[in-house]
Structure formats: C-alpha cells, structure tokens
C-alpha cells in the first residue's frame, strides 16, 4: 500500500492527513507493508506554492503516452520531458521497486468538488473509500490531466490509483476526520490473489 501527500505545495491538507495517518498506523499498524510519503514536494510545501522550485507541476510531469510540455500554461507546466523532475523521479523509483498494490494519493480541491477519483481498476477501492468519507466517486475529474501520476500509476500501470481530493473548504482537522477510517481500511483490507 503506497499514501502519498504535498505532491502539490499549496495543499498543505494533503499533508497533514497523510501525517495523522502515519501517526494513527503506528498505534495500530496496518496488515499490508505501508508506505507514506507526506510530502512529496518538499520545496513548493515550504512556500506554499503548487509547483516544485523548478517551477514543474509534478502532478504533469510523470512519463505517460499523454505527457505534454506546456510552459504557456505555468500553473500546470509538465517540465521539459517526461519524469524531468527529481520528485518525479523518485515516486517513479519507489512504484517500481515497492510494486504497491494499491495507491491513494492525496490532493485537495476547490468547494464541493471533493471526490475520490480513481483511475485503473480502483473502482472497488473508491467505492470502499466512499463508504466512509462519504465523497462523490468518479473515475473523471472533469478536465485534462496529462502526465498525471493517475494516468501513469493507474491507467497505464495497472496499480488501483484513488486520488483522494479533500475539500479546501473543510478545516485540516476536519479533512482527516472524515478520512481516517477511508485510509486506515485501505491499509487493512485484504489483497485480493
Ligand atoms: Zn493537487
């Protein structure tokens, strides 16, 4: 089972779900091997910015058939190749060589478009997410996403991929209320042969 947080550094909700949730599995630890990455991007989280310090959105930068440079868009720039990125790089490294079985990626999204989306097969994942969060599920998230980790991770790699958008209206305390049960379960819910 592979959390990541903070791909994003202006979501900093992302980040602290995905630490409460390293607190909670250490007072109960899951029965799959657990990886949680809290922060991703390390250098947009310490200036709360969405971007890396290289200015690449890395949420567009990973090495799929739909990657795209796009500097006119600076908000959304996918860098100057696929996986140009180091934090790229090394998510890429550790899905390959931790082969996870099912990954939740956390981001946080604008007013009442909170959802878990899902790409590959994770329908059953989301399902199982929404049964405690109470999100919306949906498998579109209703506008390009080139290079995204979903599309790389899921779509292309096989791996059940939820990308857990919380809602930017809701307090961070509140965000991880509503999502502790979704995540822990996920680290408790047996694998399927
Ligand atoms: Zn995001």
């Not at 089972?1 to 202006?10: K, P, Q, R, S």
């Not at 440079?69 to 890429?92: D, L, M, N, Y």
Request: glycine share 8%; aromatic share 8%; net charge positive.
């Amino acid at each position: 089972m592979l959390i990541l947080g903070g791909m994003h550094g202006d979501e900093p909700k992302s980040v602290f779900v995905a630490q409460e949730l390293v607190a909670l599995l250490s007072e109960s630890p899951p029965t799959h091997t657990t990886i949680v990455v809290t922060i991703v991007n390390p250098d947009g989280y310490e200036r709360g910015v969405r971007r890396n310090a290289r200015g690449v959105d890395i949420n567009r930068n990973f090495p799929t058939r739909d990657w795209k440079t796009s500097p006119q868009h600076r908000r959304f720039h996918g860098g100057v190749k696929p996986a140009s990125e180091s934090e790229t790089r090394a998510i890429v490294r550790l899905v390959e060589s931790r082969r996870p079985v099912r990954i939740v990626t956390i981001h946080s999204i604008s007013e009442y478009r909170h959802c878990n989306n899902y790409d590959g097969p994770a329908g059953a994942l989301a399902r199982r997410m929404a049964k405690f969060n109470k999100y919306p599920v949906t498998s579109n998230i209703g506008y390009p996403t080139p290079g995204s980790f979903g599309t790389w991770a899921g779509i292309e790699g096989g791996i059940p991929t939820v990308t857990l958008e919380l809602p930017s209206h809701h307090s961070r305390k509140r965000c991880w209320e509503d999502n502790a049960q979704a995540l822990s379960s996920c680290c408790h819910w047996p694998v399927e042969p």
